[in-house]
């Protein structure tokens, strides 16, 4: 008889732990819901911008954040998909957000001052 082969990964293995990540991850929250939170200007499609950025400029400025830059550019290629889809589900209310800042300011601008 031959000895039965061991994988140092089984497929329950596997399971568990690409749960673990993505239960992780949903914890943690997306860019998406950080920056409509954290913003203080509204954006369109924050999120996925949030992400793009992380994957570009932090991979390049690791010491600006103590060798972490490659690891946020990993969670951002990771991020991406998850924040498109909350941006996309969140849109409506992106749009009303920007042009309500947008007929503000006019509004401020066009004010009468008298002199």
Do not use: N, Q
């Not at 732990?17 to 992780?24: D, G, Q, Y």
């Not at 409509?36 to 954040?65: I, L, N, Q």
């Not at 924040?83 to 409506?92: A, E, I, N, W």
């Amino acid at each position: 008889m031959r000895p039965k082969k061991t994988l140092l990964l089984d497929r329950k293995t596997i399971k568990k732990l690409v749960s673990l990540i993505l239960i992780a991850h949903l914890l943690t929250g997306c860019s998406s819901i950080h920056s409509h939170r954290t913003d203080v200007s509204p954006r369109v499609y924050p999120g996925v911008k949030e992400d793009m950025r992380a994957m570009k400029g932090f991979a390049c400025d690791a010491d600006e954040w103590g060798g972490l830059g490659r690891s946020f550019a990993i969670w951002g290629t990771c991020d991406i998909l998850f924040s498109f889809v909350g941006d996309t589900l969140l849109l409506p209310y992106d749009m009303y957000k920007v042009h309500k800042e947008k007929d503000e300011k006019r509004d401020a601008s066009c004010e009468f001052r008298p002199a």
